[in-house]
């Protein structure tokens, strides 16, 4: 199977950056994509961006394109989450998830393999 650890979530005040990074262990050659999600106190589990693991096709959310950027390094097995100017909105707990689907997903039911997350508070 695959095991997915996040790490790099922070209190951060309004207009800072963040690195998120998921570091993958396992069975990793069955990993096609890897994506961001996140969940707000009090919100459902959206996306945030996801990337295509062999190619680096991307895609993120709208709430965050052009301030998120989602990157992989292949020899290290992990993949980032660089977020930039920061809003409270931004608040949430930021998990990690794999597929062995081909192409990038939105779909939270695509991704079989979650790490258990990571905390990013931004501050007013």
């Known amino acids: 199977q695959v095991q997915l650890v996040e790490s790099g979530g922070g209190l951060v005040q309004t207009g800072g950056s963040l690195r998120l990074s998921c570091a993958a262990s396992g069975r990793t050659f069955s990993i096609n994509s890897m994506g961001w999600f996140r969940r707000a106190p009090g919100k459902e589990r959206e996306f945030v961006c996801s990337?295509?693991?062999?190619?680096?096709?991307?895609a993120c959310a709208a709430s965050v394109k052009g301030r998120f950027t989602i990157s992989r390094d292949n020899a290290e097995q992990t993949a980032y989450l660089q977020m930039n100017s920061l809003k409270p909105e931004d608040t949430a707990v930021y998990s990690c998830?794999?597929?062995?689907?081909?192409?990038?997903?939105?779909?939270?039911?695509?991704?079989?393999?979650w790490g258990p997350g990571t905390q990013v508070t931004v501050s007013s």
């Open positions: 998830a794999a597929t062995g689907m081909a192409r990038t997903t939105t779909r939270q039911g695509d991704y079989a393999f």
């Open positions: 990337i295509d693991w062999r190619i680096s096709d991307t």
